[in-house]
């Protein structure tokens, strides 16, 4: 599936995201591209060939101007890398992006009765 990583993300109220330092509008591919090319701490003894894999793909989605389709592997590894990076109000959307099969509907629990007098 070709995704479009110009997308803009939104807030909760459907407002475009804006980022803090240049109030410019906050898109997938800057959200990828800055999770691809960050260093967690459980990632300190990162190989440079594995490095070099994230730096060309963060080339790669930031540079796209056209919807473009990745690789299943290519789409997991940024699904785990923007979880470790971001917040779940960007993470959340960025799932829903790039695996449609996330955004299905939360399942909903039938609300807890309250019997009078039970514990």
Request: proline share 4%.
């Amino acid at each position: 599936m070709k995704i479009d990583y110009n997308q803009k993300l939104k807030s909760l109220s459907g407002k475009e995201l804006k980022d803090n330092q240049t109030n410019e509008d906050v898109c997938l591919k800057d959200v990828c591209a800055n999770a691809l090319l960050g260093l967690f701490d459980d990632e300190r003894k990162l190989e440079g060939k594995e490095k070099l894999r994230r730096y060309q793909l963060a080339n790669k989605i930031y540079g796209a101007k056209e919807p473009i389709e990745l690789k299943s592997e290519e789409i997991t590894l940024l699904k785990t890398l923007v979880s470790k990076a971001y917040a779940a109000l960007i993470s959340g959307q960025v799932w829903e992006i790039l695996d449609p099969a996330e955004k299905a509907e939360p399942e909903q629990k039938e609300p807890k009765k309250i019997i009078p007098g039970g514990n």
